[in-house]
């Protein structure tokens, strides 16, 4: 292991050129070169599965706060007259607030 940590190339941006000279130097160069750009395929390959994974997990748990549990028509009527407040010109104070989306269903609402 500790080989291999003096070998950090920079394997997934290395053209195929770059490839065969390993391929044709020491074995032992290539063995440590071609097993660096493995781990660190597996290695992405892994963080983008556990960030996917939290990804889930936070849109799963706004599923149990109160906003999200109401019904998709209400939720809509919601959003079109926070909208329909927003674009009114002869209001005298503006409201500097946002509605942000907070999940994918409600982008999905507020789309529809």
Known sequence: ???????????ESRPREEEALFQESDP???????????VERIHNHVNQS???AIADVAERSNLYTGIARL???LLSDIFTTYVEDQMDLDKDIRVS???V?????????MTM
């Open 97 to 99: 607030k946002r509605v």
């Open 50 to 52: 556990f960030a996917q």
């Open 28 to 38: 032992m160069t290539f063995l440590r070169w071609d097993t660096l750009r493995k």
């Open 71 to 73: 019904p998709e028509e």
């Open 1 to 11: 292991m500790k080989y291999m940590m003096a070998y950090n190339y920079e394997v």
């Open 101 to 109: 989306p907070k999940s994918r269903s409600w982008t999905k609402i």
